[in-house]
Structures are given as C-alpha cells and as structure tokens.
Nanobody, 131 residues
Framework: QVQLVESGGGLVQAGDSLRLSCTTS??????????SAWFRQAPGKAREGVAC????????YDLDSVKGRFIISRDNAKNTLYLQMNNLKPDDTATYYC??????????????????????WGRGTQVTVSS
C-alpha cells in the first residue's frame, strides 16, 4: 500500500511558483510524529534530498540551489506536508517525492539527507519548468 500521496505538480514557466502537498493514506501515520522530507529525481540523474523538517519543526535544505527559494512546512492539524517552490528554474524539473519517518531528527551523512532513514514514500509528482 502507498502510505503517502503527493499532489500539486505541473507544467510551469521559469519564475513561477508551485506548492506541493503530501498527505498520509494510512491511519496512524502522522507527519507530526517524526521527521519528514522532500526528495527529487530528474531523468537520468540520481535521487537527491531537497528539504527536511524534524519532528520539533526545525528545517534544513540540502541544496544551495533551493535555499531561499523553497520552503518546507507542515500543518499538523491537517496532517499535511508542504513544499513551497518559488522562482522555479528549468533545473528544478524532476519528480518530487515526499517521505516520512519516525525519527526525531533529519538524518544526514556528508551533508546529505539519508533516504534510507525514511521508511514511508509517495509515488511522486512531476514538476516541469520550461524556460
């Protein structure tokens, strides 16, 4: 079963904004119970971590290219994870995945989010940015 469901992707022009959302489909799985993150994977490229929010609410961003443009947030009342993406660039084109864990913190190694630390994933939502 798929525990997480992403939405909000689409085709936009460079400079536009999108807000991705992620909800849980499994009862008892709540973003407030652990760290949650967004990853992305472009065609022919490796998956990379984008942003993470810890259980207490601290946020981190793996990529210098998204710092100041992307914002990860969580609405505990709605049990929804968000990724606000502003001033989108063609290089942001990728499939974006949300992930959740039971960990208190955002697990990183060598300054990169550890995908294996997140046990729950969605199937992804496509973001395409044209120039």
């Amino acid at each position: 079963q798929v525990q997480l469901v992403e939405s909000g992707g689409g085709l936009v022009q460079a400079g536009d904004s999108l807000r991705l959302s992620c909800t849980t489909s499994e009862s008892g799985l709540n973003f407030a119970n652990g760290a949650s993150a967004w990853f992305r994977q472009a065609p022919g490229k490796a998956r990379e971590g984008v942003a993470c929010i810890s259980r207490p609410g601290f946020t981190t961003y793996d990529l210098d290219s998204v710092k100041g443009r992307f914002i990860i947030s969580r609405d505990n009342a709605k049990n929804t994870l968000y990724l606000q993406m502003n001033n989108l660039k063609p290089d942001d084109t990728a499939t974006y995945y949300c992930a959740a864990s039971w960990s208190e913190t955002c697990v990183k190694t060598n300054d990169a989010l550890v995908g294996g630390a997140f046990g729950y994933w969605g199937r992804g939502t496509q973001v395409t940015v044209s120039s």
